[in-house]
């Protein structure tokens, strides 16, 4: 229940909480908390080489680790629209999907406050935009299928196995 640790409060009413099966519950108000995964969208930017784009992270968790472009989604957002915001924000292009991967769940950060992650994964292909790292992205690189980096400089647990769905893709 990491997205709900630490909770002893409600956040209506600020009567104790009750803990449950994934849940946190008020006895005073009703208010009911969920342990749920945090939907991401993530895109697997392709450049005409065949090239992947990675962006360094500036920031906690796994700060100065390679990463995906993606990130969490807000409230009532689809998530392609999602998706290009976030490919704006970190990398100041303009994005077209070509072809859903799949879903990979994670973990963002270690230890017991860790939320897990919903990663929805996109191919995508620059459509325009000014290839620039912004946001929590210090830096920016594009990677041959062969020359990714290996596990141990990545960010997160998914990227190896969704790196290994990419290239199995294209051949198409």
């Given at each position: 229940?990491?997205?709900?640790?630490?909770?002893?409060?409600?956040?209506?009413?600020?009567?104790?909480?009750?803990?449950?099966?994934?849940?946190?519950?008020?006895?005073?108000?009703?208010?009911?908390?969920?342990?749920?995964?945090?939907?991401?969208?993530?895109?697997?930017?392709e450049?005409?080489?065949?090239?992947?784009?990675?962006?360094?992270?500036?920031?906690?968790?796994?700060?100065?680790?390679?990463?995906?472009?993606?990130?969490?989604?807000?409230?009532?957002?689809?998530?392609?629209?999602?998706?290009?915001?976030?490919?704006?924000?970190?990398?100041?292009?303009?994005?077209?999907?070509?072809?859903?991967?799949?879903?990979?769940?994670?973990?963002?950060?270690?230890?017991p406050?860790?939320?897990s992650?919903?990663?929805?994964?996109?191919?995508?292909r620059?459509?325009?935009?000014?290839?620039?790292?912004?946001?929590?992205?210090?830096?920016?690189?594009?990677?041959?299928?062969?020359?990714?980096?290996?596990?141990?400089?990545?960010?997160?647990?998914?990227?190896?196995?969704?790196?290994?769905?990419?290239r199995?893709?294209?051949?198409?």
């Open positions: 229940m990491a997205i709900l640790h630490g909770w002893r409060y409600c956040p209506r009413c600020a009567h104790d909480l009750e803990p449950g099966d994934g849940s946190v519950r008020c006895p005073s108000c009703g208010f009911v908390g969920y342990a749920n995964s945090a939907p991401c969208a993530v895109a697997l930017v450049d005409d080489e065949g090239r992947l784009l990675l962006g360094r992270r500036a920031i906690e968790p796994f700060e100065g680790m390679w990463d995906t472009p993606g990130g969490y989604l807000r409230e009532h957002e689809h998530p392609l629209d999602g998706l290009r915001r976030e490919l704006r924000e970190e990398t100041g292009l303009e994005i077209e999907p070509i072809g859903f991967l799949g879903v990979w769940m994670d973990w963002y950060g270690d230890g406050a860790a939320n992650t919903l990663n929805m994964v996109w191919r995508a620059a459509t325009g935009g000014e290839l620039r790292p912004a946001d929590d992205v210090a830096e920016l690189a594009w990677f041959a299928p062969d020359a990714l980096p290996p596990p141990d400089e990545l960010a997160f647990t998914l990227l190896p196995s969704v790196f290994a769905a990419w199995a893709t294209k051949g198409d």
